[in-house]
């Protein structure tokens, strides 16, 4: 039963200037009450249960890191996080909310321990916080306190602390008396949501669509349907020759007790689980076409942890770190030798050093950039062209300076002789996957890529009927632009005369127009670049059915181990088909509904698909806005590199939109496959198995966010293989922010304490909950013993 009639406490403000003679006519008032309540308490509690009391090592102790910007999240007037995950409305069940394991529930007692001091350990914080962090230490100060403090007048955070404590216990009694007053000593919190009414200070724009964790039914944003007649199926069933799921191993009734190892594997601390297994590599039969480079998952995910490079800093901030890094995190100057002369990357004392060169840019990539655009206007950087694939990307330099012209690019580069490529990248703060175009089709459905990029890649793209080009038509949007920039274009010797000839007759075979072909004077290179067509007419007037077309039943978007084809899929002729109509401009595509999303069709949360997709992303941006940005206690200046695990529709992304970050958004393979609307939105990512390890190296990402995926992976995989993977690919003091139900949450945090990671959040409610935890630096002494498989 909710209580949505039942009006909050409140408490009068008492003035910091009262005169003496009243405060001291209050103290002989506060005292015959204190006296009175205390009575009354012993006789109730003789009649009742007892509240709840936290252990010890459970006391509210806020987060150093948490900046006045997170202290907002407690102000009545901003839409704080006890209003997000409680909702409007407060049913019976227990209320827990932890910041740093500090638990508030429905009746909480905490004993304050004299007085307190004021704490300066976060240089970042304003005195009203570091009073708050002080109190939170010493098991003084309750979160409402916190916030109460943060409501009064800005004089008050220039007094001591003894004074702000006087001030706040003689108001608990001041103006409207009630059942919640406490004896001396004890602070009594209920939380209890106003009536729509009384809102005790708080505005909300539209009843239930603030919460972040609603009470009792959950919001319709957050349950997925169970049926299978949805608009999208999951990747898995799209994808014929999948590897079998691998068998449950479900991690319900473990034993709380884990003894982390250090990986005893020959990468070391730039480990990658499915790229080097040595034992699966050494049994293939061939790698002509780089099948060494392709992904060799252990038939058991590693629970081990990947050690720290010596002398390992946290990363230099965005945007600074698109130029340098430091030399210890990425300890490798072999790239540095090899391709120093193009101006990749330059040692430099304790940094490593990126001019913005590549192979085709000696001269800095927006120089590069730019005279695209020159050779051909209608590709309009940041405009009509927004997502883009580099393939053989280097260290992603172009990648990296396409940001300033409001493109987003996904960069991939094998794990080659030409080592931490994907890692400087990464390092850098710029997106980029380890990947090769061997064997497979890559992870990423069809028709979504504005552009395709290769600066002198060196894929052999016309050998054994054009497979790997014709992937890449896969991947490309109808009417969408290849630009190669590689010797063949430009230079005259015999063998880039025959590969430009081979080119050429593939393409046009393909119906690939090419509209344009240049040379750079300033960096002596040159390209060409082709459209692909927007229909099938030049296909049907073909003289000979080379490269063939694909058989109907070839579904372009399977993705996930899929072996390549020499073969070209139809292009979509109903004008209600997805890839008949080009995406509208940046930033418009990102909140407008895609146009072949229509109301027959059923969404991921019942809906229909259009309203489906405005709910989820009017859904993540209350969240958002109202607590992830101010009221995890996390420092977004320190924030680049972000993740969604369990992407939808890519509304947290769109969110994060105005934040100096990008994310890359992973749709699971038993999920609906709904990838190509991120695609749509102007966003990107990719398919995955989160059974199985991501191709990336370690420490590569600032932020994970993982919304209901780890209770459905528990019917997969081990539990524990996932949060290694986890902390595998997270940077020290990276955070995690999961929601998922309550009892996933704890087990997650279980597993978070025994990793030495710090619990900056959490909070559970009917059933569901949310965690926000900082991995440390802790790495364990114990070396596993040698894996044989790898």
């Not at 001269?363 to 005279?371: E, K, N, Q, S």
């Not at 993982?706 to 949060?723: E, P, T, Y």
Request: with cysteine; hydrophobic share 30%.
């Amino acid at each position: 039963m909710t209580l949505s009639n039942m009006a909050p406490t409140k408490y009068s403000r008492m003035d910091s200037r009262r005169t003496s003679s009243y405060c001291s006519t209050t103290t002989v008032v506060v005292l015959v009450a204190l006296c009175l309540v205390g009575v009354w308490m012993m006789t109730s509690s003789s009649m009742a249960p007892a509240a709840e009391m936290p252990s010890p090592d459970s006391t509210t102790d806020m987060s150093d890191e948490i900046s006045q910007s997170s202290s907002e999240a407690f102000k009545d007037n901003s839409g704080d996080i006890t209003k997000d995950f409680v909702g409007e409305n407060t049913s019976n069940d227990e209320n827990k909310l932890d910041f740093k394991s500090g638990k508030v529930s429905d009746k909480v007692e905490k004993t304050e321990e004299g007085n307190d001091d004021n704490n300066n350990d976060s240089e970042d914080t304003s005195n009203t916080q570091n009073d708050v962090d002080s109190d939170d230490k010493k098991g003084g100060k309750t979160t409402e306190e916190a916030r109460d403090a943060n409501k009064g007048d800005d004089t008050d955070n220039e007094e001591g602390s003894q004074e702000k404590e006087d001030l706040e216990k003689s108001e608990k009694f001041d103006g409207n008396k009630n059942e919640d007053e406490t004896s001396p000593g004890t602070v009594e919190i209920k939380v209890v949501q106003s009536s729509n009414d009384e809102k005790d200070g708080i505005e909300t724009e539209d009843k239930g669509e603030n919460e972040v964790l609603p009470s009792g039914v959950q919001s319709e944003v957050l349950t997925e349907t169970n049926t299978r007649n949805g608009a999208w199926s999951t990747q898995a069933a799209e994808s014929k020759n999948e590897k079998e799921v691998q068998s449950s191993s479900s991690s319900k009734g473990q034993i709380i007790g884990y003894n982390w190892k250090l990986c005893n594997v020959t990468a070391g601390t730039d480990y990658i689980p499915c790229l080097d297994n040595v034992a699966a590599i050494k049994k293939l039969h061939s790698t002509k076409h780089y099948e060494h480079r392709e992904r060799h998952c252990p038939d058991n995910a590693p629970t081990c942890l990947v050690p720290l490079p010596d002398e390992y800093k946290q990363p230099i901030k965005w945007p600074k770190s698109r130029d340098k890094i430091w030399y210890n995190n990425v300890p490798h100057t072999k790239l540095a030798t090899v391709k120093g002369h193009q101006n990749w990357v330059k040692v430099s004392g304790e940094y490593l050093t990126f001019p913005g060169g590549g192979t085709q840019f000696k001269h800095g990539a927006l120089h590069y950039i730019d005279f695209i655009q020159e050779s051909l206007p209608k590709i309009a950087w940041g405009k009509r062209s927004r997502v883009i694939l580099d393939v053989g990307c280097g260290v992603a330099s172009f990648g990296g300076y396409l940001f300033e012209r409001d493109v987003l690019a996904m960069s991939l580069a094998p794990k080659d002789e030409h080592e931490a490529q994907v890692q400087f990248a990464l390092e850098r703060g710029i997106p980029a996957i380890s990947a090769v175009m061997g064997t497979k089709r890559l992870p990423f459905p069809s028709k979504v890529f504005d552009v395709v990029h290769c600066a002198r890649c060196r894929v052999p793209w016309h050998i054994e009927g054009g497979m790997l080009l014709l992937e890449l038509n896969r991947l490309l949007r109808p009417g969408g632009y290849f630009v190669w920039s590689a010797t063949p274009v430009y230079q005259d010797l015999p063998e880039d005369v025959e590969i430009w000839k081979a080119m050429s007759a593939l393409m046009k075979s393909m119906c690939w127009e090419m509209v344009t072909k240049k040379n750079d004077t300033l960096n002596n290179v040159g390209l060409a670049i082709f459209r692909k067509p927007t229909d099938n007419k030049c296909y049907e007037k073909r003289a000979k059915d080379n490269p063939p077309i694909c058989q109907d039943s070839d579904n372009p978007d399977a993705a996930w181990n899929i072996p390549l084809q020499a073969c070209m899929h139809k292009m979509p002729v109903d004008p209600a088909s997805r890839g008949t109509v080009w995406p509208g401009e940046w930033p418009l595509r990102l909140e407008k509904t895609p146009y072949w999303l229509n109301r027959s069709q059923l969404g991921v949360y019942g809906k229909p698909a259009p309203e489906d997709f405005q709910v989820d992303y009017k859904h993540w941006k209350q969240i958002v806005s109202k607590s992830y940005v101010s009221g995890m206690g996390i420092n977004w200046s320190n924030v680049r590199n972000v993740m969604d695990m369990r992407s939808v529709y890519g509304g947290f992304a769109a969110a994060l939109r105005d934040m100096k970050v990008w994310v890359m958004n992973i749709v699971s393979i038993d999920s609906p496959d709904t990838l190509p609307i991120i695609y749509e939105r102007g966003l990107f990512g990719m398919y995955h198995d989160w059974c199985e390890s991501f191709s990336t190296y370690p420490r590569t990402y600032d932020l994970l966010h993982a919304d209901h995926l780890f209770s459905k992976l528990k019917n997969r995989c081990q539990l524990l293989q996932v949060i290694a993977e986890v902390d595998r690919i997270l940077r020290p003091e990276g955070k995690l922010i999961v929601r998922d139900n309550a009892d996933t949450i704890s087990e997650i945090e279980d597993m978070a304490k025994s990793l030495n990671w710090e619990i900056i959040l959490t909070y559970s409610k009917d059933n569901q909950g949310i965690l926000c935890i900082k991995k440390s630096m802790w790495r364990p002494k114990v070396i596993e013993p040698s894996m044989s498989s790898f």
